[in-house]
Nanobody
Framework: QVQLVESGGGLVQAGGSLRLSCAASGSILTFNSMGWYRQAPGKQRELVAT???????NYADSVKGRFTISKDNAKNIIDLQMNSLKPEDTAVYYC????????WGQGTQVTVSS
């Protein structure tokens, strides 16, 4: 069983930046894909960004050019650098890692004020 712990959420003004981190209790080399999802009140959870074991990345159109996902295999973490934040980015952000099994973090709140 792998545990994922997110950190770095908070309150920021529109145009500001936040950096989210997701720490895994085990090696992330066992995962094929790792990503960040978000869920706003009253909305479905949506994919924000994915990074594969190869290092290839994918982004939702709504965050392209503003968010950057990265991983550190040695530290067993993935990060999400979020710049030029908008009020519509407000949501609970979840980390997910998929390999033989599928693991989710508990979520971290990001609130962007206008």
């Amino acid at each position: 069983q792998v545990q994922l712990v997110e950190s770095g959420g908070g309150l920021v003004q529109a145009g500001g930046s936040l950096r989210l981190s997701c720490a895994a209790s085990g090696s992330i080399l066992t995962f094929n894909s790792m990503g960040w999802y978000r869920q706003a009140p009253g909305k479905q959870r949506e994919l924000v960004a994915t990074i594969f074991s190869s290092g290839t990345t994918n982004y939702a159109d709504s965050v392209k050019g503003r968010f950057t996902i990265s991983k550190d295999n040695a530290k067993n973490i993935i990060d999400l650098q979020m710049n030029s934040l908008k009020p519509e980015d407000t949501a609970v952000y979840y980390c997910r890692m998929v390999g033989r099994y599928d693991f989710w973090g508990q979520g971290t709140q990001v609130t962007v004020s206008s």
